[in-house]
């Protein structure tokens, strides 16, 4: 971590003293990662396209900002601990920045695979255990929606990763590294919608994961991964989308011509290297 030794703690506490510091010493949003992609997002401000369906834009978020909040969902039957995790470019609102969400569902779940020798990351969609969306607020105003992870139909969504290849990825992981979002990432192909964690709290390969597992404030995430993007409001909406290898009206027909054309798509890679903390609401301006 770039903050959490004890030299930069020091550093940390003598220069931003009083500056909205957190207990453990590091600012609020402290971490490394990158957020890059390439797609295309029509109508972002009436004649404004971001890119073009044929022609995806380059994308970086220049995120800098990460925080995440560890929920303890107290269902009757099966009490479950899920984990939303933001990064961001700034502190602000998330009406006011571009804003990667990723929200776990089940985190015991996640450390069950986590623990795994056979480990390759956990697939990220709508139905899935791990779902995320990107909002645009900066690049894109006047897109209300988000661009969420999706499986594609005729990819699978993580691809095979063997225990020697994962391990010597996470070891050598850069999370301060640009990323290129037009050259292949790790072993994800150009449709996978997957997550791998390197590190996940306090979740260790081959050892039994607690039935109480959680991730808590002050716990390490560390991971890369490669989301298909598209739509939310399409994914949401219950018809036909062309294209996508999927059968999403469920009338028996794979992207059948009586169809709707994403407004958005496109894919999204990146990492993150931080300890979760939780983002602080920032003030209203009076
Ligand atoms: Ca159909
Ligand atoms: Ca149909
Ligand atoms: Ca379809």
Do not use: K, W
Request: charged content about 20%.
């Amino acid at each position: 971590m770039s903050c959490c030794t004890m030299a930069n703690r020091i550093f940390l506490l003598a220069a931003l003293l009083g500056a909205g510091l957190t207990a453990s010493g590091c600012p609020t949003g402290d971490g490394e990662g990158q957020v890059v992609g390439s797609f295309f997002l029509l109508g972002c401000d009436d004649a404004f396209d971001y890119g073009s369906r044929t022609d995806p834009a380059r994308y970086d978020m220049g995120a800098n900002f990460f925080v995440g909040e560890p929920i303890f969902d107290e269902r009757e039957s099966n009490p479950v601990n899920r984990l939303d995790l933001r990064i961001q470019r700034g502190g602000n609102n998330i009406e006011d920045v571009d804003s990667l969400y990723i929200q776990i569902a089940d985190v015991r779940a996640v450390a069950e695979r986590f623990v795994a020798s056979d480990y390759a990351g956990s697939p990220v969609g709508a139905n899935q255990n791990i779902s995320a969306n990107l909002s645009l607020y900066v690049t894109c105003p006047t897109y209300f929606s988000r661009l969420a992870a999706t499986v594609s139909g005729d990819a699978s969504a993580c691809p095979g990763l063997d225990a020697a290849t994962r391990n010597a990825l996470c070891e050598s992981m850069d999370y301060d590294e640009p990323l290129d979002p037009t050259v292949a990432f790790g072993p994800f192909g150009p449709q996978s919608s997957c997550l791998v964690f390197c590190r996940f709290g306090t979740a260790e390969r081959g050892t039994a994961v607690s039935s109480t597992f959680a991730i808590d404030f002050g716990d390490i995430v560390q991971g890369f991964f490669h989301l298909n993007l598209m739509d939310q409001r399409l994914l949401v909406s219950g018809g036909e989308i062309c294209d996508d290898g999927v059968d999403n009206d469920g009338d028996g027909d794979i992207d059948e011509a009586d169809c709707d054309l994403s407004s958005g798509a496109g894919h999204l890679m990146g990492t993150f290297n931080f300890e979760v903390r939780r983002g602080q609401v920032a003030q209203e301006f009076p």
